[in-house]
């Protein structure tokens, strides 16, 4: 019943899947220029060489409002028919992320709206998430009859914890992290004491409601999440034993990261007792990849199926990377946001040849300077308003003034000892001996002129983001049609994508 309405979404046959698959891949593979190749290395490998050049002359003069369109599919009439092409073809294959209209798939269950109480500490987008996602939960744990939950990577329980005290499920909150259970825990008892009271108020009494079961365990492989569910921790807090003594569960994970979302489709398809699995994958980067040429029987994050195993291809990092890359956080960036970000990019960018002009062994590591960026951008927030040149001291190479443009070339604007700062910040992350000799300036003005290109190229990578989690998430539904018709699986959703852009449930469940 459920599933005839997300038809709209995913009902496809394995054949229709792994065709699906295959038109991703035959339309990414001439463009492995754009997805396996890192930004930082833009000046290095001068990356935008790559690029039809007809594309980057008409992208260099758009605006940064047009460019940050593309990942979502825009295009101009007046540009060259194939750069047309490639947008919307990259749009048509991404799987389509408009939230799905819950009420009408799940009609027997009322969307909870929650309380004050229970929403404590969660921002506007937990709320959202779990007020969604614990609703489909429930009503997927109704329609295969258990009343028993397993949340891995539950974080702080707030999913466990609103499935317990709102749905009246019996939940065991699985975390790496023992401080996380402990939060949980501390959070569970304070929410106990609301939920405590509404009932003694009520007629029902009774001895008080339950709270979520939490362990601590770093969950690698099925084989330990199966050991797991042997444990008197799941088994006394099953509520709903099947005649054979085994206890239904069903297993969830809200953005359970890398491996762990494929952990969960793995024990569900190995353990008799997981009925059905709702899972919510991210952090693709952390996914675990099957090389080329490598033993076959190395359980792997990606790919899983024997359909996208067979295509022969592998994303590496830097596509795992950009699988992360949501178009609706792109359509969403205010102008100087994207601006400030392709000109980080920029820096990063001329860093990369600091590094490999001065300190060439970094580069075999893939240094990270993590968030200068975000430093960075926060002083220059702080004094935007010297944009267009007040002189007002250190922080006055600002966002650029023209409204389109990124590197004009303000006569104020000294982007020469801006871009100093920031690679000796990153040379004092990376523990680098602070040379004196190093020619910035000369970088800076070697590269400069082809930083105006970074806005173009970045934009038409990204626009294989959504494909490329497209592939990741298609290889997890083939991998569990090709089990067989015993299994019912759709992908659904979930979430408003501007609200959180990872939202694609992947629901299976066994019939
Ligand atoms: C992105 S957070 C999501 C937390 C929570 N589900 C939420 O949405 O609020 C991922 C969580 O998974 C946990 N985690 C990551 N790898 C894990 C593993 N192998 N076993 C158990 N937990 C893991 C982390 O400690 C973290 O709390």
Known sequence: ??????????????????????????????????????????????????????????????????????????????????????????????????????????????????????????????????????????????????????????????????????????????????????????????????YDAKMRKSSLGGKGVMIPKTVTSRVLSSDMLKTLFDSKDINANCLSHSSNDTCPILLTGLHACGDLSVTMLRTFLESEEVQAVVSIGCCYNLLSEEEKGKDDDVLCGYPISKGVKSTGLYLGRNSRDLA????????????????????????????????????????????????????????????????????????????????????EKAENVDRCSLFEKFSRSGMHRLNLNQMQNIDFAGIWKEFESFAELIGPYWSLRAALGPVLETLILLDRLLFLQEQGNHIEVFMLPIFNPKISPRNVGIIAKKI
């Open 1 to 194: 019943m459920i599933m005839e309405d997300s038809c709209k979404y995913s009902c496809a046959t394995a054949t229709e899947t792994l065709e699906w698959i295959r038109d991703i891949i035959h339309f990414i593979k001439p463009y492995s220029f754009f997805w396996q190749s890192h930004v930082v290395n833009f000046f290095t490998d001068r990356l935008w060489e790559a690029v039809d050049e007809e594309w980057i002359e008409c992208l260099r003069t758009e605006s940064v409002e047009c460019l940050t369109l593309i990942p979502s599919g825009f295009v101009h009439g007046h540009w060259p028919a194939s750069l047309k092409n490639f947008i919307s073809t990259a749009s048509s294959l991404a799987f389509p992320r408009e939230q799905a209209d819950l009420k009408k798939l799940f009609p027997d269950i009322p969307v909870a709206s929650l309380n004050n109480v229970i929403t404590q500490g969660m921002n506007q987008k937990k709320r959202h998430e779990i007020e969604a996602l614990a609703a489909v939960v429930s009503s997927v744990a109704k329609d295969v009859k258990t009343n028993t939950v397993i949340d891995l990577g539950a974080g702080q329980g707030y999913l466990s914890q609103v499935l317990c005290f709102e749905y009246q499920l019996s939940v065991v909150a699985i975390d790496a992290s023992s401080h996380h259970g402990k939060i949980t825990h501390a959070r569970a008892e304070r929410i106990k004491k609301h």
């Open 324 to 407: 992360c890359q949501s178009a609706d956080r792109w359509k969403d960036m205010e102008k100087d946001a994207s601006l400030h970000n392709f000109e980080l990019h920029a820096f990063r960018a001329a860093f990369q040849v600091v590094l490999s002009r001065y300190f060439p062994k970094t580069l075999t590591g893939s240094p990270t300077i993590g968030r200068q960026g975000k430093t960075l951008r926060r002083q220059q927030q702080n004094s935007k308003i010297n944009c267009c040149g007040a002189e007002t001291g250190l922080d006055t190479h600002e966002f650029p003034c023209k409204p389109n443009s990124i590197f």
